[in-house]
């Protein structure tokens, strides 16, 4: 019941909604400041240090005065009684306190700039971040810091080094023999890493994509030396014959020779 009477009659929506609102934000918000900044610390302190005496209607508090390790049943009870609100104040104390959360996925180190990645790359950015460091002192692309993977750095292998076109300096750098089967294939994952964080750093800071022709060909690598050696490929677009769509569409002003032989890449396997 409401602690006053109302003289006129009013609509049932009204008093429900005075009801609801005069309850839930006083009772709560009272409720809840007390247990946050007042009972819930010196329940958790009242060990080591001293708890204010609190005049009654606190008998929780006074009755915690004289608490010991071993509490007497008498002072549980009212405690017992007050386990879903101080429940409900842990939950809300990160919040209260303003302690910030600390996340445990670690940052690429190589996402150097603002600009948002598209979902492919930013996913690509964030399972290398713990496999891909960076070296500040060396930016051999787009002044991007040096990517370095299995002790692979990208600028050792960094297609602008070159007077070649990106595709036909991937075509000569990054052979095969055939079959494929032989080839490293952690090598060829740690050189196809290097390109992928460039890649995503480049996007981050809307440079030029002109790694894309040796990165796709590296990705399109990978894929023929899994293939060759039966390793089941699950991820369609990570297929020899997707990969080769890939090359040939970002291949940019090369001859015609050098797409051919990309294309008979494909079948040596």
């Not at 309850?23 to 009242?46: A, C, E, Q, R």
């Not at 180190?109 to 979902?119: D, Y």
């Not at 297609?159 to 750098?173: I, M």
């Not at 981050?204 to 994509?209: A, H, Q, T, V």
């Amino acid at each position: 019941p409401l602690p006053f009477t109302i003289p006129i009659p009013i609509p049932i929506h009204f008093y429900l909604h005075f009801y609801l609102h005069f309850y839930l934000h006083f009772y709560l918000h009272f409720y809840l400041h007390f247990y946050l900044h007042f009972l819930f610390p010196s329940f958790l302190f009242s060990s080591i240090i001293f708890i204010p005496k609190y005049p009654p209607p606190y008998p929780i508090i006074h009755n915690l005065q004289s608490t010991t390790l071993n509490p007497s049943p008498s002072i549980l009870t009212p405690l017992k009684m007050h386990i879903p609100t101080l429940l409900t104040a842990l939950t809300l104390l990160p919040s209260s306190l303003s302690i910030p959360l600390i996340s445990r996925r670690q940052s690429p180190c190589f996402v150097i700039g603002s600009t948002p990645l598209p979902a492919e790359t930013l996913k690509i950015a964030n399972d290398l971040a713990s496999t891909v460091t960076c070296d500040a002192s060396v930016r051999p692309l787009q002044n991007i810091p040096d990517t370095i993977s299995g002790g692979v750095r990208f600028s050792s292998i960094n297609f602008e080094n070159s007077d070649l076109l990106p595709l036909d300096f991937a075509l000569t750098t990054f052979s095969t023999p055939s079959p494929p089967s032989s080839a490293s294939l952690t090598l060829f994952t740690n050189r196809l890493n290097t390109y992928l964080s460039q890649e995503a750093a480049v996007r981050s800071i809307g440079g030029s994509l002109s790694i894309k022709a040796p990165k796709f060909f590296l990705a399109f690598q990978v894929a023929r030396i899994k293939t060759s050696r039966g390793i089941p490929i699950t991820d369609p677009g990570q297929t020899v014959e997707h990969l080769l769509e890939k090359v040939i569409k970002n291949a940019g002003r090369v001859s015609q020779v050098t797409k051919d032989e990309v294309t008979r890449l494909a079948k040596d396997l």
